[in-house]
């Protein structure tokens, strides 16, 4: 089955065309930049950038997967939860394509293609032909190629095994009991703050550009995490809940206290180091206490977030120790993408899962139960 999915749900522009699970194409349009100006993401503008960027980044996803839109079975579009001016441009244009081929479509959770995205692995390639000729990439700064130098983008569901999954982005921070294949529970989510946004705010407190996360992670991979001692925000609650808002709080006030410390680099690193600290100890152990308590021997990890080295260390550290397998989602599948929308979307077609009619809508504030 070739499936073609778009992901417009935040500041990303994607498209992706999927094929029996492998990734044949993905073009990802970052609007990062764009935003950075304002300090965040601004919903009137990141609608107007998709509606600008969606046809070249579908062109260049059709094309680097070789296929044309009569060889599509289906089509796929992000429903919810996010930016409602947004998700409407993917999702529009997404089942009007669907439409005037006379194919099925499919409308997709964005947070479910997350839980799935840790399935989707690099596998080598045998022998890597050269990417074709530039056309359309004004706006398409990352490629996943199917047969890139890198590899092949292949979801292996044949090693699904039930798991405990960690969602963690600029908007959410979540733990989800994946069950069985497209069976899971919420088990917990963040009472306020998401813990990207966290990274976000206390980055803007120091003045870093946005978005801050990865510039604290590195300057932190210098820094001293034990260096200052932040609050580790709901750690010994026996719940699966989150909260990152009284972290970003304390920073303030440090700031507020130690005036010149923005001045010092190594302060800085240290600083960053510390607060980096007191968000990864918490998801990593509140991750590893959820997986103990359900039972599973997986954790999986997603989101922008999860391109965190030292979450990804730490999580790798946590599970060799307690003995869980681990599987984070390759780098750049963590950030919003469209290959993931593609394969959940391929996965539940081929399960029988009815597709979605076309008078559907957006669901913005979609909760993943
Ligand atoms: O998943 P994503 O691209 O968008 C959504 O929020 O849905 O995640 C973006 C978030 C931002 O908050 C960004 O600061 C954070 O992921 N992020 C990181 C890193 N890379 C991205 N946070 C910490 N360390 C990183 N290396
Ligand atoms: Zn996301």
């Known amino acids: 089955m070739t499936v073609l999915a778009l992901e417009t749900s935040c500041d990303e522009t994607s498209a992706a065309v999927v094929r029996d699970g492998r990734v044949l194409s993905s073009a990802v349009s970052s609007q990062i930049k764009l935003h950075a100006e304002y300090g965040g993401v601004v919903p009137e503008l990141a609608a107007r950038e998709h509606l600008r960027n969606l046809i070249p980044v579908v062109q260049t996803a059709l094309r680097d997967a070789d296929v044309t839109p009569e060889q599509l079975d289906a089509v796929a579009a992000t429903q919810g939860p996010g930016l409602p001016m947004a998700l409407l441009v993917g999702f529009k244009a997404a089942q009007a394509v669907a439409f005037s081929l006379r194919k099925p479509f499919m409308g997709i959770n964005h947070h479910e293609a997350h839980l799935y995205s840790p399935w989707i692995s690099q596998q080598p390639a045998p022998l890597a032909p050269s990417l074709s000729p530039p056309g359309g990439e004004r706006v398409v700064e990352d490629r996943v190629r199917g047969e890139n130098a890198g590899g092949i983008f292949f979801a292996d569901f044949t090693a699904f095994q039930p798991n405990v999954s960690l969602i963690v982005s600029g908007g959410h921070t979540m733990l989800v009991l994946v069950e069985s294949e497209l069976k899971h529970r919420v088990l917990g989510s963040t009472v306020d703050d998401a813990a990207g946004e966290c990274f976000d705010k206390t980055g803007k407190l120091m003045g870093l550009p946005y978005p801050a996360g990865?510039?604290?992670?590195?300057?932190?991979?210098?820094?001293?995490?034990?260096?200052?001692?932040?609050?580790?925000?709901?750690?010994?609650?026996?719940?699966?809940?989150?909260?990152?808002?009284?972290?970003?709080?304390?920073?303030?006030?440090?700031?507020?206290?130690?005036?010149?410390?923005?001045?010092?680099?190594?302060?800085?690193?240290?600083?960053?180091?510390?607060?980096?600290?007191?968000?990864?100890?918490?998801?990593?152990?509140?991750?590893?206490?959820?997986?103990?308590?359900?039972?599973?021997?997986?954790?999986?990890?997603?989101?922008?977030?999860?391109?965190?080295?030292?979450?990804?260390?730490?999580?790798?550290?946590?599970?060799?120790?307690?003995?869980?397998?681990?599987?984070?989602?390759?780098?750049?599948?963590?950030?919003?993408?469209?290959?993931?929308?593609?394969?959940?979307?391929?996965?539940?077609?081929?399960?029988?899962?009815?597709?979605?009619t076309f008078d559907e809508e957006i669901k913005p504030g979609w909760v993943l139960a």
């Not at 820094?223 to 990152?244: E, I, Y």
């Open 214 to 356: 990865p510039e604290i992670d590195r300057l932190a991979e210098q820094g001293n995490p034990k260096a200052f001692d932040f609050p580790r925000p709901l750690l010994n609650d026996p719940g699966d809940d989150f909260s990152f808002s009284g972290l970003k709080t304390s920073v303030r006030y440090f700031l507020r206290d130690h005036p010149g410390i923005l001045d010092d680099t190594q302060r800085v690193r240290d600083l960053c180091a510390s607060i980096q600290a007191a968000i990864v100890e918490v998801l990593v152990k509140k991750t590893i206490r959820a997986a103990k308590r359900n039972h599973v021997r997986c954790v999986t990890a997603s989101g922008g977030v999860t391109c965190n080295r030292a979450l990804r260390r730490e999580l790798a550290r946590a599970c060799e120790r307690e003995g869980f397998e681990l599987r984070l989602a390759e780098k750049s599948l963590c950030t919003d993408n469209a290959a993931m929308i593609g394969i959940l979307a391929e996965r539940k077609l081929v399960q029988q899962i009815p597709a979605s």
